[in-house]
């Protein structure tokens, strides 16, 4: 794989720039890190350690899958599912429009831009190989690190509610990507949760 190493370096630092302004904050092995800055580095790490050759395209837009994602709030939307998925679109709308201009700056073509924003509104989902391994990804950086916050924060669900909402994550993921989840050490509180979105699956 052929990389452009200055624009390509150029792009990570002004996204990361970018993510550095948010406001929420997120401690890790005892430091604070800005949320979505976080997020994106652990993007990265899991890409690298899911897929070692992935394309720059590929790269790109993991690190770039939530840019200043704060700017545009669910609690701005509706709290049902018809707000959620408008909220989506206008997410995935703004992220491919952020990325995107970062990267003219840098010197990209529209070409690329347009691959990252693709990669970013996750089209062709189970049929572009790149677009799966994202989202494989990304369901591998939830399960890895965000899985116990988010069943504490929503244990008040009922349970089958809960788990709907975790097959779904599951659903999404390629065979490969099971294989690489199942690997995790997931703490012995959310053994019982994951067996049972297993079975379902």
């Not at 899985?147 to 929503?154: A, E, H, Q, R, S």
């Amino acid at each position: 794989m052929i990389v452009n190493v200055p624009r390509f370096e150029q792009a990570f630092v002004k996204f990361d720039a970018a993510n550095v302004a948010d406001p929420n904050q997120d401690v890790f092995e005892g430091v604070i890190y800005p949320k979505e800055l976080l997020y994106a580095k652990r993007m990265t790490a899991m890409l690298k350690h899911f897929e070692p050759d992935a394309s720059e395209t590929l790269q790109l837009a993991a690190r770039c899958q939530h840019i200043c994602r704060w700017k545009i709030s669910r609690n701005n939307y509706p709290m049902d599912r018809v707000g959620y998925k408008c909220w989506r679109i206008e997410l995935y709308k703004f992220h491919g429009e952020t990325a995107g201009g970062i990267m003219r700056e840098v010197g990209y073509d529209e070409e690329m831009i347009a691959n990252v924003q693709a990669l970013l509104r996750k089209e062709k989902l189970k049929i572009n190989p790149e677009s799966q391994i994202l989202e494989d990804v990304v369901g591998l950086v939830f399960l890895q690190y965000y899985l116990v916050d988010f069943v504490n924060k929503y244990s008040h669900f009922e349970e089958e509610k809960l788990l709907n909402i975790l097959r779904k994550t599951w659903k999404k993921m390629s065979e490969k990507g099971h294989i690489t989840a199942l690997k995790f050490n997931f703490p012995p509180e959310l053994e019982a949760v994951i067996h049972k979105v297993l079975a379902a699956a």
